[in-house]
């Protein structure tokens, strides 16, 4: 069974760059068409959708965060990663990520195996 893991730092100031890591096991990100998406949760309010990369490296981000959203891979290491820029404590939330077979790729409810989140505050 598929398994993934968040990694990164949990605390960030106003203006840096949030840098996140997931490592998938019992599985490989090129799986055809799968899709990885990256997804928060900000304290009190619905899971969010942000992006995803699918199993040929291709990326689909949230309109409401491109330009600052950055999802790449690493198919050695079986990771992908998510760069989001000019973090604002708006951005404060629990951060999560997992995967879908699903074309609905941004929708969260279409998403299982979730990792099992990371805290990031932004705060100075």
């Known amino acids: 069974q598929v398994q993934l893991q968040e990694s990164g730092p949990g605390l960030v100031k106003p203006s840096e760059t949030i840098s996140l890591t997931c490592t998938v096991s019992?599985?490989?990100?090129?799986?055809?068409?799968?899709?990885w998406g990256w997804i928060r949760q900000p304290p009190g309010k619905d899971k969010e959708w942000m992006g995803a990369i699918d199993y040929s490296g291709k990326t689909y981000y949230s309109p409401t965060l491109t330009g600052r959203i950055t999802i790449s891979r690493d198919t050695s290491k079986n990771q992908f990663t998510l760069q989001l820029t000019s973090a604002t404590p708006e951005d404060t939330a629990v951060y999560y990520c997992?995967?879908?077979?699903?074309?609905?790729?941004?929708?969260?409810?279409?998403?299982?195996?979730w990792g099992q989140g990371t805290q990031v505050t932004v705060s100075s």
């Open positions: 997992a995967p879908t077979n699903s074309y609905d790729y941004y929708d969260v409810r279409e998403y299982g195996s």
């Open positions: 019992g599985g490989t990100i090129t799986a055809n068409f799968f899709y």
